[in-house]
């Protein structure tokens, strides 16, 4: 299973924002989207999740363009979740993680969508708000409870945009090992837009970078994450150091 982007160009009427972007993203891998504030990530997940029609170029899934599926179909396949998510309607978390099951299956819930929703809120770590409304919880509660939506579609590609924004210490690094563990698992091909380079490089197996709509950098983790890559992004010096466990640490400091 493969994503590739042929030459692909988004933006909002005569504005450019995504320009001529290019890669092939393999399933069953984490990759982290890095690059700074109004850089184009935002738009770029839009344009793959099919919210956004390009400018020019092409989204293949499979060899598939997708812009050729019914919006059911791509449904189906690509989960977009993006920053701010509505909590308007007065549900429950186990309701609205139902609901997000069931929004293009059968109408009838079984016992196995009912254990299905119980599973992926214990495995996110709230089983606990089931009975909570959504319109109790703290805005990281509501975060998680939106992550859980997703992934109980298991998509083909999931498409994250700033999951951890809101949340702790311990759900960001709890979430983003959830993450990369389903990815794996349902050989998936996962796209997190992300700010926090200390926690994309700890869980991250690929770096997809970009700046003013361009591609800078795209592949391996440890291949693409240097201080070179960091001050391109974010005009920042940064030394890369290793972490006990192996993993990359960055440490960032302004220039002077």
């Given at each position: 299973?493969?994503?590739?982007l042929?030459?692909?160009s988004l933006?909002y009427?005569?504005e450019?924002?995504?320009?001529?972007?290019?890669l092939a993203a393999?399933a069953?891998?984490?990759?982290?989207?890095l690059?700074?504030?109004?850089?184009?990530?935002?738009?770029?997940l839009?344009g793959?999740?099919?919210l956004l029609a390009?400018?020019?170029g092409r989204v293949l899934?499979?060899?598939?363009?997708?812009a050729g599926?019914?919006?059911?179909?791509r449904?189906?396949?690509?989960?977009?979740l993006?920053q701010?998510?509505?909590?308007?309607?007065?549900?429950?978390?186990?309701?609205?993680?139902?609901m997000?099951?069931?929004?293009?299956?059968?109408?009838?819930v079984?016992?196995?969508?009912?254990a299905a929703v119980r599973?992926?809120?214990d495995?996110?770590g709230v089983?606990?708000l089931?009975?909570r409304?959504l319109?109790q919880?703290?805005?990281?509660?509501r975060?998680?409870?939106?992550?859980?939506?997703?992934l109980?579609?298991k998509p083909?590609?999931l498409?994250?945009?700033?999951?951890?924004?809101?949340?702790?210490?311990?759900?960001?690094l709890?979430?983003?090992?959830?993450?990369?563990?389903?990815?794996r698992?349902?050989?998936?091909v996962?796209?997190?837009?992300i700010?926090?380079?200390?926690?994309?490089?700890?869980?991250?197996?690929?770096?997809?970078?970009?700046?003013?709509?361009?591609?800078?950098?795209?592949g391996?983790?440890?291949?693409?994450?240097?201080?070179?890559l960091?001050?391109?992004?974010?005009?920042?010096?940064a030394d890369?150091?290793?972490?006990?466990?192996?993993?990359?640490?960055?440490h960032?400091?302004?220039?002077g």
């Amino acid at each position: 299973m493969s994503l590739v982007l042929e030459q692909l160009s988004l933006g909002y009427r005569r504005e450019l924002i995504v320009n001529e972007l290019s890669l092939a993203a393999g399933a069953g891998r984490l990759c982290v989207l890095l690059g700074p504030n109004g850089t184009g990530k935002s738009t770029l997940l839009k344009g793959i999740a099919g919210l956004l029609a390009p400018k020019q170029g092409r989204v293949l899934l499979n060899g598939e363009d997708l812009a050729g599926m019914s919006r059911a179909r791509r449904a189906g396949k690509v989960v977009y979740l993006p920053q701010i998510t509505p909590t308007g309607a007065r549900i429950t978390v186990f309701e609205a993680v139902l609901m997000a099951l069931k929004v293009h299956g059968a109408v009838r819930v079984t016992e196995a969508d009912l254990a299905a929703v119980r599973d992926v809120l214990d495995e996110l770590g709230v089983a606990h708000l089931s009975a909570r409304y959504l319109e109790q919880l703290s805005g990281g509660q509501r975060q998680l409870v939106a992550i859980a939506q997703a992934l109980i579609r298991k998509p083909e590609v999931l498409l994250l945009d700033e999951p951890t924004s809101a949340l702790d210490l311990y759900h960001s690094l709890h979430i983003m090992a959830v993450l990369r563990r389903l990815t794996r698992a349902q050989n998936m091909v996962t796209l997190v837009a992300i700010h926090d380079l200390n926690l994309a490089a700890r869980t991250a197996d690929d770096v997809l970078a970009v700046k003013g709509g361009s591609l800078q950098a795209f592949g391996p983790l440890h291949q693409c994450l240097s201080p070179e890559l960091v001050h391109t992004l974010y005009g920042v010096e940064a030394d890369l150091l290793t972490g006990p466990d192996g993993s990359l640490l960055v440490h960032p400091r302004l220039a002077g």
